[in-house]
């Protein structure tokens, strides 16, 4: 007879929720964690990250008050006290979440998990932090895991404590570097540069592709990189690093733009290239685990290919986001539980939170196109809506792109100031399998900055009322 009916390895977003649901549908439940509970996004990512960009929105709005009729004198921060914030938020949901697992009855085991063979599901031995180890079974085991920052050693990019960094140090440094150059420009990169420029920090972004935030419908790429740059953000796009040295001063980055050699220097480096799914030192080649390129590989239930084994999160592949972790484990205890449940299909938003914030769900214009649909596109700039005149945040856009044929929403791109708070109506619009008619002849309150939405919906058809 097995200890436990779910053992959930990982307590991060994806891992915490998924030990909670499983409760909930009356599964006898533990979670293993090795460092903290809430995992890297509420201890070393989402939340700390968040925390800091807000102290840093505060910061640069003081600098524009007579735009307001408002004054101020002695501009100043408290670096130490910055970090201590962003800490103390992160440190208040941490006990949070150990509160839900004593709430739920769910068993806390505080350790490094690996997997063993068994005759059901994977054994579950862990070493525990407070010495020892512990053989634990259940009828399903729940890998959530996540991931870690990429790395690559052998050419500078790894980080040292000092002056290169990745996420984790740039969230607690001493101080303010005066100069940072930050190598990749999705999400995370862009975020730590957004805030570190707004802290008087000179910073340059480097990006291999052609473009920043890549993943991004093209026209807000180019709208981004535009307003980062207003800001006194520098890019260098379409360049190869070859090399991230440490020099007596700081960091040297030496790198390759249609083939001309150029060199960088500055204080401090942050690498944000990606992550790596953490399934070493799992015992996943003794159990035959399918991987790809590190990433456990899943039916559209969470199913792996060991029987009663199932993976949730950033460890079982992208998009490497944490409402996209808790999701699917759900998804997957409720699928373990019985429930007929429709393989996973529901649409992913993605934010990034710096100054201006970007979000999106769905098809890009360009990926609609090559996925063979007919596509009518509206847009809706902010400049011209009356809450965002009123707030004084004039910049940014809404863009969303219908099949011609269907009218279904294929997908919707927003920059601007806290987009990332409305894009989720855009992905209950697409999980609804909504229309333009039905987002056309949704009522929109007035005055709010989402009536943009809705008159980027009347624009793909040509009926916008407001431009």
């Not at 150059?181 to 805030?195: D, R, T």
């Not at 180019?222 to 800001?231: C, I």
């Not at 999160?313 to 409402?323: I, N, Q, S």
């Not at 279904?408 to 697409?430: D, K, N, R, S, W």
Request: aromatic share 6%; charged share 20%.
């Amino acid at each position: 007879m097995s200890d436990f009916d779910v053992i959930v390895i990982g307590a991060g977003p994806g891992g915490y929720v998924t030990a909670i649901r499983a409760s909930q549908l009356g599964l006898k439940t533990a979670i293993v964690e090795r460092e903290n509970l809430g995992g890297i996004c509420l201890n070393w990512g989402c939340i700390p990250t968040k925390a800091l960009l807000k102290t840093a929105e505060v910061y640069e709005q003081l600098g524009h008050l007579e735009a307001y009729g408002l004054s101020v004198t002695g501009r100043s921060f408290d670096f130490a006290k910055v970090v201590e914030r962003s800490r103390g938020v992160a440190k208040q949901l941490t006990a949070g979440v150990a509160f839900l697992m004593k709430k739920h009855k769910i068993e806390v085991i505080e350790g490094a998990a690996k997997l063993e063979k068994a005759s059901g599901a994977p054994k579950v031995v862990v070493t525990l932090k407070a010495g020892g180890s512990r053989t634990v079974t259940a009828r399903h085991v729940i890998l959530a895991t996540g991931a870690r920052a990429r790395t690559i050693p052998a050419i500078g990019f790894e980080p040292d404590g000092d002056r290169i960094w990745t996420y984790r140090e740039a969230l607690v440094p001493k101080a303010a570097p005066k100069s940072l150059i930050v190598i990749g420009s999705g999400a995370i990169g862009i975020e730590f540069a957004s805030f570190y420029r707004a802290l008087g920090s000179e910073v340059t972004v480097i990006e291999a592709l052609d473009r920043i935030l890549p993943v991004e419908d093209e026209e807000i790429s180019k709208a981004a990189h535009k307003a980062f740059e207003k800001r006194g953000i520098k890019f260098r796009v379409a360049a190869k690093v070859s090399k991230l040295s440490k020099t007596k001063a700081g960091v040297s980055v030496a790198l390759e733009i249609a083939g001309k050699a150029e060199t960088l220097e500055a204080d401090v480096a942050i690498v944000a290239i990606g992550i790596s799914p953490n399934t070493e030192n799992l015992g996943a080649e003794a159990l035959g685990l399918t991987l790809d390129r590190g990433h456990v590989v899943t039916d559209g239930h969470g199913a792996t290919n060991v029987p009663g084994l199932y993976a949730i999160g950033d460890v079982a592949g992208a998009p490497w986001l944490a409402h996209k972790a808790m999701h699917e484990g759900v998804h997957c205890i409720e699928h373990i539980a019985g429930f007929k449940t429709p393989n996973l299909t529901a649409p992913i938003p993605g934010c990034t939170y710096a100054t201006p914030q970007v979000a999106s769900v769905g098809l890009t214009e360009a990926a609609a196109k090559a996925a063979g649909h007919e596509v009518k596109v509206g847009r809706f700039p902010f400049k011209v809506n009356g809450k965002a005149i009123a707030a004084g945040e004039l910049d940014g856009f809404v863009k969303t792109v219908f099949d011609a044929r269907t009218g279904a929403l294929l997908g919707a791109h927003m920059i601007g100031h806290e987009v990332t708070e409305m894009i989720q109506g855009y992905a209950i619009a697409m999980t609804m399998e909504a229309t333009e008619e039905d987002l056309m002849g949704t009522v929109f309150p007035h005055p709010t900055m989402s009536e943009a939405m809705h008159e980027a919906a009347l624009d793909a058809y040509d009926r916008p009322l407001h431009i």
